[in-house]
């Protein structure tokens, strides 16, 4: 089993540590007695990754912090951040791939100003009347496109432009859910476990992540924090690059 997976996504690691933060505050009365000031209990991990290559490490450093937009169309289609559609067109209905989806007409565009810049990754559902079924769409902004986990050139209806993402209705696919634009570009190596994660539930809701693996007894919400970075070189694929080691902290919510 992972050690440690970040909404699915397996995160190499190398060292780490827990520490238990006490809500509220303890205390001792004029009598000496001691006073339990504590409401709750939360946990922190602090983690070492080892050198990682360039790229990896800049999609690590999104993934870690939560950055990005995921549109769930929960009875809205407003982001988890709060961005509202730059143009308000479509119908949120119910009943689409993971509860509310967003149906547009043929030709009808629905976009967000996530402002993703010139590296981006985004994923969603649409349903093609065609195949009867709902199809899981990746497109990366160096043209790399994936269907159902496989190479494609199908982007799905989604298009990003100075890092506006916009969907767009066409036959046989009007239908969309649970829209996720991140503002990296992630490696080939994540591509099966994002398709397996995103293909079984929602993306969270950024930036609150998916905490598992075997250093968790069961799935937890966390939010992350990058920390430092320490350069280094190292052997990566029979040549020596300059990677970084990475450290970041998780926290419970």
Known sequence: MTFLALNGIPVPVVEGRRRQVNIGTDSRAFSGAYRLGRRAVRQEWEFRTPPLPRDEVLALRGLVAGDGHAVSFDGDAYTSRGLSQASVTGLVFQGARFGGGLNLAVGASASWSMQLGARWTALHHVFSSSAGAWLHIINRSDGKRWAQGGPSTNAGGLSVVSGALAMTGATNAVSFDDVVGLPFEVPDAWVPHLVAWHSARRWSALPFLVASGSFLPAELRVLGEVRDGEF????????????ERLEFTLREV
Not at 232 to 243: I, K, L, P
């Open 232 to 243: 280094v070189e190292f052997s990566h694929n029979g040549a020596r690059v300059v990677g």
